[in-house]
C-alpha cells in the first residue's frame, strides 16, 4: 500500500551563513534510508551567504530603468540582473534565465524572510548544492537520503505560486512514462512526470511562506521511479521562452 508520510521539521533557528544546514537538520530528525528531504532554498542562500545588503550596491543605468518601468527599487534589480544570466521579460516584472537553466520571475531574488535591507538571491549551483547536503547528511546519519532544495515559483496561465526542485539529488527529475502502455493497451507517447516538482510542491505547502519557520520537510516511504535529470527546455524546445524573447527583442529594437 503507498502511504507516504510528511513530515515538516520544526525547530530550526533562524540561519545565518556558516550554520551547517545537514548537522542542524541531522540533530533534530533521525532519517531512515530512502527519505526525501526538501529543503527551502532561502536557508541554503543564507548558511552560504548568497544574501546582500541594498546598501551595498549601486544600480546600473539598465537597473535604474527596469526599476522605474516596475516601480522597484532600482538596487533590487541590480541584484536581479547580477543573478541572471538572461533577461526574457523586463515587464511588468523581470523574467530571468539562471545560468542552471531555472527561468523564474525576479531571479528567485527574496527580500523576506532576511533583516530589513537585506536580499537573497537563489544558490549558483543548486545541483552541486543538493549533492553537498545528501553527501554531508549521508555522513552524519549513514543514511541514504535525497535531497530536493526548493523555491516557491510562480507560474504561466494559473494565479498561485507552487513549489519548485531547483535542485536535486539521489533521484531522476522526471519519471519517463514514453512507451508505457496505459488501461487500454495505448501506447504513452508523451507522458513525464515531473516527480521533483510534485514532491516539491507539497514540501512548499507544509513549509508555508510567512512566519510558520519550517524550512525543510521529509517525505517518507515514496515509490521509488526512474527516467532522466532534463527538467529545464533546451532553448530551442521552449517555446515560451522563445515567444517572449522575440516580443522583448522587438520591444527593443
Ligand atoms: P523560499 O520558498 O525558499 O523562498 O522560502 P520562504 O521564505 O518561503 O520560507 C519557507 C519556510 O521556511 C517558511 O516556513 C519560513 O518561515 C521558513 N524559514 C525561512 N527562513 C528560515 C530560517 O532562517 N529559519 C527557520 N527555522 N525557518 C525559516
Ligand atoms: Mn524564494
Ligand atoms: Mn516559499
Known amino acids: 500500500m503507498d502511504h507516504i508520510?510528511?513530515?515538516?521539521?520544526?525547530?530550526?533557528?533562524?540561519?545565518?551563513?556558516?550554520?551547517?544546514?545537514a548537522s542542524l537538520i541531522c540533530k533534530n530528525q533521525i532519517f531512515q534510508n530512502g527519505d526525501i528531504l526538501c529543503i527551502a532554498s532561502t536557508i541554503y542562500s543564507k548558511s552560504k551567504g548568497y544574501t546582500k545588503s541594498l546598501k551595498s550596491i549601486s544600480p546600473s543605468d539598465r537597473a535604474e530603468r527596469l526599476a522605474r518601468l516596475n516601480g522597484e527599487?532600482?538596487?533590487f534589480v541590480q541584484v536581479i540582473l547580477d543573478a541572471s544570466a538572461d533577461i526574457i521579460m523586463e515587464h511588468p516584472f523581470i523574467l530571468s534565465e539562471l545560468?542552471?537553466?531555472?527561468?523564474?520571475?525576479?531571479?528567485?531574488?527574496?527580500?523576506?524572510?532576511?533583516?530589513?535591507?537585506?536580499?537573497?538571491?537563489?544558490p549558483p549551483d543548486p545541483m552541486k548544492a543538493a549533492d553537498g547536503l545528501r553527501s554531508e547528511i549521508k555522513k552524519i546519519s549513514g543514511k541514504n537520503v535525497g535531497v530536493i532544495i526548493t523555491d516557491t515559483c510562480g507560474r504561466s496561465f494559473r494565479r498561485?505560486?507552487?513549489?519548485?526542485?531547483?535542485?536535486?539529488?539521489?533521484?531522476?527529475?522526471?519519471?519517463?512514462?514514453?512507451?508505457?502502455?496505459?488501461?487500454?493497451?495505448?501506447?504513452?507517447?508523451?507522458?513525464?512526470?515531473?516527480?521533483?516538482?510534485?514532491?516539491?510542491?507539497?514540501?512548499?505547502?507544509v513549509m508555508g511562506?510567512?512566519?510558520n519557520?519550517?524550512?525543510?520537510?521529509?517525505?517518507?516511504?515514496?515509490?521509488?521511479?526512474?527516467?532522466?535529470?532534463?527538467?529545464?527546455?533546451?532553448k530551442d524546445e521552449d517555446i515560451t521562452r522563445k515567444l517572449l524573447k522575440k516580443e522583448l527583442d522587438h520591444e527593443c529594437a
Open 99 to 122: 545560468q542552471f537553466g531555472h527561468i523564474g520571475v525576479r531571479a528567485g531574488v527574496d527580500q523576506s524572510n532576511i533583516e530589513d535591507g537585506m536580499v537573497i538571491f537563489l
Open 160 to 205: 498561485g505560486q507552487t513549489g519548485n526542485a531547483i535542485g536535486w539529488s539521489g533521484m531522476k527529475a522526471i519519471r519517463d512514462f514514453r512507451g508505457d502502455v496505459d488501461l487500454f493497451g495505448h501506447v504513452l507517447k508523451i507522458t513525464e512526470e515531473a516527480v521533483v516538482d510534485e514532491i516539491a510542491g507539497f514540501a512548499n505547502f
Open 5 to 21: 508520510t510528511v513530515i515538516g521539521i520544526h525547530g530550526l533557528p533562524l540561519i545565518q551563513k556558516g550554520d551547517n544546514i
Open 73 to 75: 527599487d532600482p538596487r
Open 213 to 234: 519557520g519550517v524550512p525543510a520537510a521529509i517525505f517518507r516511504n515514496c515509490p521509488v521511479w526512474t527516467g532522466h535529470d532534463n527538467l529545464y527546455f533546451t
Open 209 to 211: 511562506e510567512s512566519n
